[in-house]
């Protein structure tokens, strides 16, 4: 996992707890932009997560189409 995932993932845990936390202090304003970031900073890491996973996926499929051309000789 990249470190802009990482990072992204443990802000939107960070701003989570924010929320939480102005919620219970009945900081509604403060609550709704820290949910929004988090919401965005966790979607962020999400996505570059699956693009990783993927891209991952693409690599082995060709080395696995590499190895069966090699084992048929081409």
């Known amino acids: 996992m990249s470190r802009v995932i990482k990072w992204s993932f443990w802000i939107g845990l960070g701003l989570v707890g924010v929320a939480l ?3 219970a202090l ?3 304003p403060v609550t709704v932009i820290a949910g929004l970031l988090a919401l965005l900073a966790l979607g962020f890491a999400g996505y570059g997560a699956l693009d990783e996973a993927a891209e991952r996926s693409q690599l082995r499929r060709r080395a696995a189409k ?3 051309e090699r084992e048929q000789g081409h």
Do not use: E
């Open 26 to 28: 009945d900081l509604i």
């Open 21 to 23: 936390l102005a919620r």
């Open 66 to 68: 590499v190895a069966r």
